[in-house]
């Protein structure tokens, strides 16, 4: 009887073994291919389990960092398969050693797995040992790297495991747009629960073809974009989210690759769509087949019915079409997927009226051509068998339809809180509504339902509130990206600060390259008038910096409490710089 991911591992090796189940392309591209069947995948787990040996007990944390590939995934289950609880963490790159120390401290691990070349890098990252170092310090015992790259194979192996679902599956450490990473706690019965609702609303079958770009150790790239495929037993051909980014190009070329193989799976955030639209250009889409890209999930930020036309718009020549998005909403404290709609059918997109939203109140738009309307997408339903409410964030009363107010869920794949923090834990999955219905977990995430649709409007901690109006910040970032082709996209930071006794606006944008005082100060008129012209508002604040400098999630996202601690403690460096407190600009 199947009871647990690693079970359906067992089970693919023996009767698809000589199946390829993952194809990793090292360089982005199909020249650069390397890949492994379901017994060479079980057979490596296996020498790795081996490896880690008795240095664990049952349900120690296991920390992976390794780069996107086919060594991560053997370690992934190599860790169950010793016992071991796995923590995925991202390589210790772009100076992200903090959040990589916070997830060794707060999972208590005692075993790093990795590759020789990370291990290797702890001695020209200094920045990694030293947090290490001092995390060791900290600790009765110490923490051992381990090189799993150089293990042999063991190919004679049981048929089935011990685990069970009640046991803890791994670690999904949150990837910290809003605060310091927390681990969900995601048992094998949230994981096998999502799983199979995954399969089951994808529609995906074992003729299924999937390609996936996304990090592996965020959730929709390691739940969606490896586990899934496992758990239906179709291939899947992976890429690092790094080659997708430096060329969108080579996502779309290695579908085209296995367009005719049938029935493809692809996806990823907004911007991703975004991103292929602005930055591949016409020839190559005649060079592009993706008429079987029939399932083209989107999720994780935002969906912007703007991206999906354009997307729709650039790619119909290819094949693609526009009810091939299957569109979603999730989040790791729910496994992966909360909401989706359902496939093969136009996306849902609908005008409100923008000053009803400031007053909590989603009321459609009468009027198309209306500058004072919002286009806010769809997220699909509440999955079967699971609970999704919206609730009001005063009393805790369920809202009624076009109300807005936070998402809450209940089901078997909301996870059991977060690892080592029963205070927060309580908190977040323990609420119950005015009438003592629940336990439902709190999203943090704010949005309405009509005729059953789930609509998301942003997140709390995010959501501004000026003069008893709301205002969600990703409205306004885009907004100001708009106002000058000199502005990163979905490189803008924008919150509300406590100045004077008053809440103020504060906006914080990206530049592209070099721009000088005057080119700036221009600029920064422009978004003024624009910020003032569609939202009534006047910005107290705006600064201009260099490219890279705002922090992002793993996944892309940017990271407004951190940005907002930053600028607030002064610690930002701008190419310019105004306020209201002095009328002469700067810069750092």
């Not at 069970?164 to 910290?176: K, P, V």
Request: with cysteine; proline share 4%.
């Amino acid at each position: 009887m199947t009871k647990t991911i690693i079970d359906i591992l067992y089970n693919r090796a023996e009767h698809q073994s000589d199946n390829i189940a993952y194809t990793f392309l090292r360089e982005g591209t199909i020249e650069s291919k390397e890949s492994i069947t379901y017994a060479e995948l079980l057979a490596k787990a296996s020498g790795i389990s081996n490896l880690i040996g008795k240095g664990i007990q049952q349900n120690d944390r296991c920390i992976l960092i390794y780069p996107p590939g086919l060594e991560y995934i053997s370690a992934f289950f190599g860790c169950l398969l010793a016992g071991g609880i796995p923590v995925p963490c991202y390589p210790p790159f772009n100076n992200n050693f903090d959040v990589i120390n916070a997830i060794i401290s707060d999972s208590g691990a005692k075993i790093i797995l990795s590759t020789k070349k990370i291990i290797g890098l702890t001695t020209i990252y200094r920045g990694v040992k030293k947090v290490l170092s001092l995390w060791q310090k900290e600790r009765v015992h110490n923490i051992k790297w381990l090189e799993t790259d150089s293990c042999n194979p063991i190919y004679t192996f049981s048929k089935f495991s011990n685990s069970t679902l009640e046991q803890i599956a791994f670690l999904q450490y949150t990837s910290g747009s809003t605060g310091t990473p927390k681990g969900v706690t995601l048992t094998h019965e949230n994981l096998m629960a999502n799983l199979n609702q995954i399969k089951n609303y994808f529609g995906s079958n074992k003729e299924s073809y999937g390609v996936i770009w996304l990090p592996p150790y965020h959730d929709m790239g390691l739940i969606g974009g490896i586990l899934q495929p496992l758990y239906v037993g179709f291939p899947v051909i992976l890429m690092s989210p790094i080659e997708f980014l430096k060329k969108p190009l080579n996502w779309l070329k290695a579908i085209t690759h296995v367009n005719e193989k049938g029935y493809i799976i692809s996806g990823g955030p907004n911007f991703s769509y975004d991103l292929c639209s602005r930055k591949i250009n016409d020839k190559d889409v005649t060079n592009l087949k993706l008429s079987n890209w029939k399932l083209s999930f989107n999720g994780a930020e935002p969906i912007k019915g703007s991206t999906l036309d354009k997307f729709t718009n650039k790619f119909y020549p290819a094949g693609f079409r526009k009810n091939h998005f299957f569109l979603v909403y999730g989040l790791a404290e729910g496994t992966l997927m909360a909401s989706a709609g359902k496939k093969q059918t136009t996306p849902i997109v609908k005008y409100f009226d923008k000053k009803m939203l400031e007053q909590n109140i989603a009321q459609l738009s009468n009027n198309a051509s209306d500058e004072n309307q919002i286009a806010i997408t769809g997220c699909g339903k509440a999955l079967e068998n699971q609970k999704l409410i919206i609730v009001s964030t005063d009393d805790n009363i369920i809202c009624p339809e076009s109300k807005v107010g936070e998402i809450w869920l209940a089901g078997k794949s909301i996870a059991k809180g977060y690892w080592n923090n029963e205070e927060l834990s309580e908190k977040q999955f323990s609420a119950f509504t005015n009438d003592g219905d629940g336990p439902y977990l709190r999203t943090g995430d704010l949005g309405f339902l009509l005729d059953g649709e789930l609509f998301v409007t942003g997140r709390i901690k995010d959501l501004i509130i000026i003069r008893g109006k709301n205002f969600y910040p990703h409205d306004i970032e885009e907004a100001v990206v708009s106002c000058h082709p000199s502005l990163r996209k979905g490189c803008s930071a924008v919150f509300s600060c406590e100045i004077n006794h008053t809440e103020e606006l504060i906006i914080l944008q990206e530049a592209k390259g070099n721009l000088n005082q005057s080119e700036c100060k221009k600029i920064v008129a422009e978004i003024i008038e624009t910020i003032v012209e569609k939202f009534r508002l006047r910005p107290f604040a705006i600064g201009i910096l260099k490219e890279k400098k705002l922090p992002k999630t793993s996944s892309g996202k940017i990271r407004r409490v951190l940005v907002k601690q930053l600028y607030k403690e002064d610690k930002i460096k701008f190419i310019y710089y105004s306020d209201r407190r002095s009328p002469v600009t700067r810069i750092n």
